[in-house]
């Protein structure tokens, strides 16, 4: 992909515009757009867990070493998502998705906040923190969202159960990531906040949707490697920038 386009920097009249007059809508998020909910991104301040980067942490062979160590980091997040709420960014996006005629949102997060704010047409690419899986033959997968003591939880067969997320070296889940893409070709505009645009293959999606045509409006910190190939690329907070571009009404309180 070639940086070819002027991208268009802090043009958030342009973005509004685009994004009102849109027939199909995709968004990309990544852990930024939790920040603001109190959830500490992976590569920002506080990523970091007693001295262990996420990247060593979220790993089969992680928890193949130590899965009590990994359990304690994925519980530590756990208690912290149970006490978080979805911020103006996450809300600002389900009032997108009630207007938009088209609309698919696409996660790179675990926390479950943006179906807490009200999405419904989510796409988890990396799974979620409340699933568990048994890691014995039985593979059997559950919802926990309890605390789970003790640490490592236990399958009813007696194996280990582990967060049903997807680990750095483990493959993606093939229906989410063939979901992503056709939703990412298919779309007019495309949303991407609060990622590093680092991970692959979701990192790809955004080069897709604009390859296939679509505008591509960047909502992010900081500069990535993706904002200067971005159409738009807004520099700011999620929780800030995103209620600019997403100019809706409210949408109707829903009948009781
Ligand atoms: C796979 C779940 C193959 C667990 C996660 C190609 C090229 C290079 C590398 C690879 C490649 N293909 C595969 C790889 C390896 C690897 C990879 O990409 N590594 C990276 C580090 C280089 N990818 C994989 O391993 C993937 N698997 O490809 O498998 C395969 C095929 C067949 C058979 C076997 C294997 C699996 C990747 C999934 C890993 N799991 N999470 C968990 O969460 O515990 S990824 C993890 O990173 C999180 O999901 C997170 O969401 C994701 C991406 O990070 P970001 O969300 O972007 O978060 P980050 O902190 O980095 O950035 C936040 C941004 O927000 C910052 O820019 C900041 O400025 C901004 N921000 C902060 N506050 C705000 C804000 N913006 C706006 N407002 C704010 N308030
Ligand atoms: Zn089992």
Not at 72 to 85: L, S
Not at 127 to 149: D, I
Request: neutral net charge; hydrophobic residues 45%; charged residues 20%.
């Amino acid at each position: 992909m070639s940086a070819t386009n002027h991208v268009r920097l802090n043009d958030v009249a342009q973005a509004r515009d685009w994004i009102e007059n849109a027939r199909s809508i995709a968004v990309l998020t990544g852990a930024g757009i939790s920040a603001e909910s109190g959830i500490p991104t992976f590569r920002g301040p506080g990523g970091f867990w007693n001295n262990h980067r996420p990247e060593d942490l979220a790993t089969p062979q992680a928890f193949a070493r130590d899965p009590k160590l990994v359990w304690e980091w994925y519980d530590m997040r756990r208690q912290r998502v149970a006490a978080a709420k979805p911020n103006a960014g996450h809300r600002a996006l389900a009032k997108l998705e009630a207007h938009a005629p088209t609309f698919t949102l696409i996660t790179q997060n675990v926390d479950g906040l943006h179906h807490a704010a009200g999405n419904r047409n989510i796409i988890e690419l990396h799974g979620n923190l409340w699933q568990v899986r048994c890691v014995a033959c039985c593979r059997h997968e559950e919802n926990r969202s309890v605390p789970l003591a003790p640490l490592p939880p236990q399958c009813a067969c007696g194996g280990w159960m582990r967060p049903a997320v997807v680990w750095f070296g483990e493959a993606m889940p093939a229906e989410a990531m063939w979901q992503a893409g056709l939703a990412a070709e298919k779309c007019d505009v495309f949303l991407v906040c609060g990622t590093s645009a680092v991970v692959y293959p979701a990192a790809e999606l955004p080069g897709r949707a604009m390859s296939a045509g679509a505008r591509v409006i960047e909502v992010n910190l900081e500069a990535t490697p993706f904002s200067d190939y971005a159409h738009v690329s807004l520099r700011g907070k999620c929780g800030e920038l995103l209620p600019q571009i997403i100019r809706v009404p409210a949408c109707p309180e829903p009948l009781i």
